[in-house]
């Protein structure tokens, strides 16, 4: 699977994150995992260079790590 590809077709996309819901926002390239934002302040701020944020908003306030395997579901792939 390229997670470039997964993440520009589901980008913007609502996904449930446990008890909370994320938005597709990016994608780590190391890591081969989406990006969620989170309007709560419960994942992370900072960013590395192997991060590639594709979407901005002011409504993200923190962002999580999320691996497709757990998210086939919610995804289009």
Known sequence: MDIEKICINNLGKEIDYGSLKGMVVGYNIVLECLILSLVEDCGWNDFVSSDIILLHSPLNRSHVLA???????????
């Open 67 to 77: 691996s497709i395997k757990w998210y086939k579901g919610q995804l289009v792939l």
